[in-house]
C-alpha cells in the first residue's frame, strides 16, 4: 500500500494550493481517504475525509468554506483544493486511507509541506 501526496508549496495568505493523493497497491475505490495536516509544535488534526461513495464529505470548522475534498476513483487520486489560505495553514498534510472516516487511519503517506507567508 503507498499514498504520495504531491502539491504543497509557498503561497502567499489569499492564495490556493490543490494538493492530490495517488493511492497505490490497494483498491483505491474500497477506501475511505482523509486530509490531515500537523504544523510545528501542534497535534495532528483531521480536516476533511471522503468516503467510498464520495458523498457527504466531512470538513473540519477550521477549513470549512475553503477546503474541500474530492477524488476521483478511475485515477486513483484524492484532491484537497485550498482556497483563501491563511497564515495558520502552514504545516505538513497527508493523505491517509481506512475502509471508513477515522481519526486513527490505516495507511498513510509522508506529507507535503505547505507554507503559507506575505
Known amino acids: 500500500v503507498q499514498l504520495v501526496e504531491s502539491g504543497g508549496g509557498s503561497v502567499q495568505p489569499g492564495g490556493s494550493l490543490r494538493l492530490s493523493c495517488a493511492g497505490s497497491?490497494?483498491?483505491?475505490?474500497?477506501?475511505?481517504i482523509g486530509w490531515f495536516r500537523q504544523a510545528p509544535g501542534k497535534e495532528r488534526e483531521g480536516i476533511a475525509c471522503i468516503n467510498v461513495r464520495g458523498d457527504d464529505p466531512y470538513h473540519a470548522d477550521s477549513v470549512k468554506g475553503r477546503f474541500t475534498v474530492s477524488r476521483d476513483n478511475a485515477k486513483n487520486l484524492a484532491y484537497l483544493q485550498m482556497n483563501s489560505l491563511k497564515v495558520e495553514d502552514t504545516a505538513v498534510y497527508f493523505c491517509a486511507a481506512d475502509t471508513w472516516c477515522t481519526v486513527d487511519m490505516d495507511y498513510w503517506g509522508k506529507g507535503t509541506l505547505v507554507t503559507v507567508s506575505s
Open positions: 497497491g490497494f483498491t483505491f475505490e474500497n477506501y475511505a
